[in-house]
């Protein structure tokens, strides 16, 4: 099965994740098939940055996001818009309306 998780970067004690799509029984920071992602959990709030075309691919052929995965989705509203798209929405649509809200994150990020 085919997993959408994050795998750690960065140095001891310095977290930094990217999100990957992945086979399941693959260690966690081993073999991936693409990157999607990234989150950085020490900013504040944390940085989530997804290629939200490719998450919808990875979703729609059946992967799986793992729990913690799950959770940056709810956080970034992902969830909803997949099922939105799923519904038959605009993907462009959806597109822009994602990429408005990481700007807005980000310059949430930068203010602090």
């Known amino acids: 099965?085919?997993?959408?998780?994050?795998?750690?970067?960065?140095?001891?004690?310095?977290p930094h994740y990217r999100v990957v799509v992945a086979d399941q029984e693959s260690?966690?920071?081993?073999?991936?098939?693409?990157?999607?992602?990234?989150?950085?959990p020490?900013?504040?709030?944390?940085?989530?940055e997804l290629n939200e075309e490719r998450v919808y691919h990875w979703l729609?052929?059946?992967?799986?996001?793992?729990?913690?995965?799950?959770?940056?989705?709810?956080?970034?509203?992902?969830?909803?818009?997949?099922k939105r798209f799923k519904a038959g929405e605009d993907?462009?649509?959806l597109l822009e309306e994602a990429d408005k809200l990481?700007?807005?994150r980000a310059e949430k990020i930068a203010a602090k």
């Open 1 to 14: 099965m085919v997993r959408i998780r994050l795998r750690r970067v960065g140095s001891t004690h310095q």
């Open 27 to 40: 260690p966690r920071d081993g073999r991936f098939i693409e990157i999607v992602g990234s989150y950085n």
């Open 42 to 48: 020490r900013t504040e709030p944390g940085s989530i």
């Open 60 to 82: 729609s052929v059946g992967a799986q996001p793992s729990e913690s995965v799950e959770k940056l989705f709810k956080k970034v509203k992902l969830d909803e818009r997949f």
């Open 91 to 93: 993907k462009t649509a």
């Open 102 to 104: 990481y700007q807005a």
